[in-house]
Every structure is written in structure tokens, then in C-alpha cells.
């Protein structure tokens, strides 16, 4: 069983920067690809971002791609999102997660998730 532990988020205002980080323990992340994802009240969880074991390919929402960051190192089981330019539409509770095959983009896939931490841009 692996667990996911989140660190970071906050409060910041519209244009500013945060960063978002996730760990594991438990189980190696290597062999699992991960993601974020972001969740508002009343809504579905959306996708964020992805990465693949080995850290060289990601994708990314619409929303975000040019903004946000995903990574990983395998080295210490961890993986970060790195989010700038920030807006108030990126108010949301995210979570990181990791699974072992399946679709990048369907929250469904995903066997592990983080706790959620809440990232909050004022305008």
C-alpha cells in the first residue's frame, strides 16, 4: 500500500507562483505514472497534469499548459507541480495520485491519491 502525503498550496494573489509536492512512502513511485488533479465545490475532479515513469513526457489541460509544471524524482519518491502565472479560476482543492496503467486523464484510473491541499488566488 502506498501513501501519498501533500505539501505546499496556500494563498496567494493572481499572478503569483506556488508550488505543490508530493511524496510517498510505502511503495516506489518508479513504476507508476502520476498526476494532479483539482476539484471545486459541487464539480467533478478535472485534470491537471501527468507525467510518465520516467519524467521525459507530460501532458496537460488546456487550462494550464504553458503555466503549470508536473516532475518527478525517482530518486526520492516524489513529484511536484510547479504552478505560475496563477489565476482565480485555479482555486481549488488538488491532489496529487498514482497509478499503475490506464487512461492520463480519467481520475478513475488512478489507484492512489494524496490527502488535497487548498490553493486559493485572489484577484
Known amino acids: 500500500q502506498m501513501q501519498l502525503v501533500q505539501s505546499g498550496g496556500g494563498l496567494v494573489q493572481a499572478g503569483g507562483s506556488l508550488r505543490l509536492s508530493c511524496a510517498a512512502s510505502?511503495?516506489?513511485?518508479?513504476?507508476?505514472?502520476l498526476g494532479w488533479f483539482r476539484q471545486v465545490p459541487e464539480k467533478e475532479r478535472e485534470f491537471v497534469a501527468a507525467?510518465?515513469?520516467?519524467?521525459?513526457?507530460?501532458a496537460y489541460a488546456d487550462t494550464v499548459r504553458g503555466r503549470f509544471t508536473i516532475s518527478r524524482d525517482n530518486a526520492n519518491d516524489t513529484m511536484a507541480l510547479e504552478m505560475n502565472s496563477l489565476k482565480p479560476e485555479d482555486t481549488a482543492i488538488y491532489y496529487c495520485?498514482?497509478?499503475?496503467?490506464?487512461?492520463?486523464?480519467?481520475?478513475?484510473?488512478?489507484?492512489?491519491w494524496g490527502q488535497g491541499t487548498q490553493v486559493t488566488i485572489s484577484s
Open positions: 495520485a498514482a497509478r499503475p496503467m490506464g487512461s492520463w486523464y480519467d481520475a478513475s484510473a488512478y489507484v492512489y
Open positions: 510505502g511503495r516506489t513511485l518508479r513504476s507508476y505514472r
Open positions: 507525467i510518465n515513469w520516467s519524467g521525459d513526457t507530460a
